[in-house]
C-alpha cells in the first residue's frame, strides 16, 4: 500500500488491523475495503478534496480517514479546518476521522468500529 510518510503508514496499519477484525465471525463480520486515493476528487464548486484514506463499506457508504501530521503548523491545521467539511459533503461520506499519530490507537479504533457497526445494522 502505497503511502505518503511513516505517519500515514501508521494510520495504513491500524486501518488493516481494523478490517481484518471487522471481517471475522467473531469480529462484526463486516468486509471493508481500504483505498489510498490517487487522485482528488472534485466537488461540485470546483473544489479538489484528497483524503488520504478511503474506507468503503459493503452498502458503498465511505469514512473517509485524514492523518494529522503536523499539530504544530497553524496554516496545515487552518488548511484542513477548510478542507475537512468539504471533504463531507463528497458523495457516501458517513463520516471524516481524523488520526493524530501519538494519540492512543484504542480510540481510532473504537471510533471507527462504532462508525462500521451503524453502518452494517442499517443494511
Not at 467473531?26 to 474506507?55: R, S
Request: with cysteine.
Amino acid at each position: 500500500l502505497p503511502v505518503d510518510s511513516a505517519l500515514e503508514r501508521e494510520t495504513a496499519e491500524l486501518l488493516l488491523a481494523q478490517m481484518t477484525y471487522w471481517a471475522r465471525d467473531n469480529g462484526l463480520g463486516v468486509k471493508v475495503q481500504l483505498e489510498k486515493p490517487l487522485f482528488p476528487e472534485i466537488l461540485p464548486d470546483g473544489t479538489a478534496c484528497h483524503p488520504d484514506f478511503i474506507l468503503w463499506l459493503p452498502d458503498r457508504k465511505r469514512i473517509l480517514v485524514e492523518t494529522m501530521g503536523l499539530a504544530d503548523d497553524p496554516d496545515y491545521l487552518a488548511s484542513k479546518a477548510r478542507t475537512h467539511p468539504r471533504m463531507r459533503q463528497l458523495p457516501g461520506v458517513v463520516a471524516l476521522v481524523e488520526h493524530h499519530p501519538g494519540d492512543d490507537a484504542a480510540k481510532l479504533q473504537r471510533m471507527l468500529t462504532a462508525i462500521v457497526a451503524r453502518s452494517a445494522k442499517s443494511r
